[in-house]
């Protein structure tokens, strides 16, 4: 039996990152920072307050074996995979948050012990939640929650008497709802609309590769100013400087260099700045501003901080400023570190927690192999969602990716902004070094802070937008809400799988990221993660594809190309697709039959009804998927639509709008493609399909 002076983590369990955050067996509140190694992981506690008196001493006994112990190995064999010996600081709190729920709700019928939780009162409790929360997955995590809490009673050093549940006993599903087609997870969470996410990474890149050199500089200057302006000592010269810097000022009655004050309204005056600015020493500017009562006068005439930092980066061919301000550097340098986080997260499909887990030195520049190639830029980082120990159970340190992550350029750019801005070794979004509150701390920046950072970074690049006339710029509000963390993984996977040549607007071409990311040997198809999610999309895409080619033949709509009559029949199974739940075995298992495989290409204006061995896509090898960047005209896979003939035309009409304003090569140039795409679209007229025709 644990003490009231017990540790609420004992010293097996401690893992050296908090190992310093720690508690009694007695007090109200547990820190469990002491389990965890991920950077990125919230502080958790445990509030004892929260829970109904009546159970607090049973579910601390509860609680604090689960912290401390483990499930043993023959119950979790009777059970196959079901539950870990251990889990993950978020499970377990979250464990510990159920418990306290069925307390209160216990205490609500007038019950005042776990003792009394028996066959009949867990199935009411499961009524209940159902009632509350129909989705079946989450109250499927709550009852596992439950379960744990009776199989720790059992391990503990004075069991209450838990009765066993009947889910665990007769299995869940007579307890849940029937399972959905829905997905689940970052499956089911919405991909940012292209109209928000297209300008929001071209802002996240212009920050990184065009304004990050002037911020970084200007931040450089901020610090220096303001150092000296602390600890500069007093000297003639100095007290020269500031005269004849502030007389001039004070004479016209001008705007004083002046900042907001933190935590209030209004303006204070900048002694760190002029002073850093002059030489003077703070004695001499308190001396100066209270003779001439600048502190009254700074409230009343603010004006700008600027600093000496030269302004090289542009916004429309023009310089983004026209000097940096003293007081706006440290929100520049939050906006960069939270533009260099899009970029990563967005442009390479790690999980939130894995980009803020990345360190100094992760993506060292490639050395060359023995013929002097040069290979891709690679990030060495950890993984942290499905990470587990030598026995099965979570390991919260996270352990290094089998296989690395492949950078192209951009991704690269803003690890080396971050690596500018951290040592050697410390984590890139170190939260004792971009935190709100400066000083010492453990860890990184968190998805939540992260959250609100994105949101300002859309305020700051819709004012920029405003303030340099470009209305085709602004990001506007996603439809599912605010963009936060975790969307980004989904939107790469649906844009990989829905625009294969890309949009001018995002800024990279995704067929290139697509070979990045899945055709090069770092990155194989056996591998889990961004590439499941891929494949998810990619399915998911065909089957709307599909659909709507059903849809339009059964409308007398007609096809024209080598596989047209091969698309008509793939288009007839149509409704197969319909309430199919797409997880990553059916995604794998549909990807590898090739008469379910419709691919649409916007961008190239034409279906791929994919064979591997007649595609002209793939020059060195036959993969099970096509490259729709590199569509080749004579292909076999080819199929066009009455839609595709349509749209054909309205390019071949915008070029010869384009040629009329275009010196006289181009504009031949510009007339003679308009004229093979009419072409095309009137070889589809000649040669269309419908289903009345007869199919062999």
Known sequence: MPTPDTPIVLPHRVLPMHAHINGRYADWIWPLAALTENPSRHKASIRWRQCPVAFRDELRLVAWTMINGELRPT????RATRLRARVSLGDLTEAVRQWMYLAAWLEERGLTSLAQCTTAVW???????????SSRERVLEILGTLTRLWAFDQLSARPVGVARPPWDELGADDYLPAVSS????????????EETMGPLLVWALRMVDDLADDILAGHTDTKRLAETG?????TPAGQAALKAYLDPLVAARAPLPAVRLKGREGYGFARYYVGGLTGASRHQVA???ERHGLVTAAAQRPGPCTLPTPITGRIAGRPWREALDFA???????LLVTACFIVIAYLTGMRPGEVLGLRHGCCPDPEPDASGRIGRHLIYGHEYKNATDEHGNHHSAGRERAVPWVAITPVVNAIRVLEHMVEPGELLFSHAVHGAMAGPSTG??????????IEDFVTWANAEAARHHLPSEVIPPDPHGAVGTRRFRRTLAWHIARRPGGLVALAIQYGHLRTALVSEGYAARSRDGIHELIDIETVRAVADTVA????DLQSGGGLSGPAARRAIKTAARAPRFEGTAVNATTARRLLANDDAMLYDNPQALLLCHYKREQALCHRTAIRDTPRLDHCVPRCGNIVRTDHHATALRDRADTLDKQATHVPQPISERLRDHADRLRGIADAHDRTRITLKDPTP
Do not use: K
């Open 123 to 133: 199935t009411a409790y499961d009524q209940h939640l159902l009632a509350a929360d």
């Open 444 to 453: 990184s920046l968190r998805s939540p802070a992260l959250r609100v950072r």
């Open 230 to 234: 602390r600890t500069i000592p007093s």
């Open 75 to 78: 119950f979790l064999a009777e």
């Open 182 to 193: 829905a997905g689940s997870g970052e499956n089911a969470s919405e991909p940012l609309a």
């Open 548 to 551: 709507d080619l059903n849809d």
């Open 328 to 334: 706006e550097t440290p929100r520049l340098i939050r």
């Open 287 to 289: 001396l100066y501003v």
